[in-house]
């Protein structure tokens, strides 16, 4: 894909994988990319936590402000789980992206409820998974069949109890509308839609499947069936 003049911005993406050649041959990939910059290729989150002034991330404190994302792979050989791994770099507010190969359903499956932008197989074509990378860069879900896959056979998904109008306004907002968008669509008051997100929040919150961005509102949406599924 070719950038616009006004769209000059470089993702800055780390790789985390354990095999040298999944991180050569994804640095090859990107390798053409002028709007892609991968900037670590390290074997376990925390070796990219590690990283000094040495390295081209000059900050390891603030890996936020360092990087756009993370593309991460499930099953890592220093002994870390997916959801160690996702929440250790969610809480430094950095998105991730699972690339894997998909062999176990399990992993897939608790990959999907980390609050990971999305989950790309490392056999997909190339442009796939340069789209991937790109949209997840950008903090957007990426939608896959993967991830749907995985949320309809989760069976630890538990219900959020959302009513009608609650489902009506979460479809809405969740894919994409602005709130006073959603409520000349539902016919209610901005603010009442306000209300009726924080319900919503409060709700998956109880339940144990938070929603604290509009990204993970989608992802709870799709996988109570409110969104369709990509």
Known sequence: MTNHDNDLRIYRVAHVDDHETVQLGFAALLSQCADIAIVASVASVRELNELTGASELSDASNLANQLDLVVLDVRLSDGSTIAENVLALREQGINVLVFTSADNAAEVRAASRTGVL??????????????????????????????????????????????????????????????????????????????????????????????????????????DGILPPP
Request: proline share 5%; charged share 30%; net charge positive.
């Open 118 to 223: 999305g989950i790309v197989r490392k056999s997909e074509p190339r442009d796939v998974i340069i789209d991937a990378v790109r949209e997840a860069a950008r903090g957007n879900p990426v939608a896959t069949t993967d991830w749907a896959a995985a949320l309809d056979s989760d069976p630890e998904l538990a219900a959020a109890g959302l009513s009608p109008k609650e489902q009506e306004v979460l479809a809405h907002y969740a894919s994409g509308d602005k709130s006073i968008a959603v409520a000349h669509r539902v016919g209610l008051s901005s603010s009442t839609v306000a209300e009726y997100v924080r319900r919503i929040r409060y709700k998956y919150a109880m339940v144990g499947r938070p929603a604290h961005t509009k990204v993970d509102l989608y992802k709870r949406a799709v996988e």
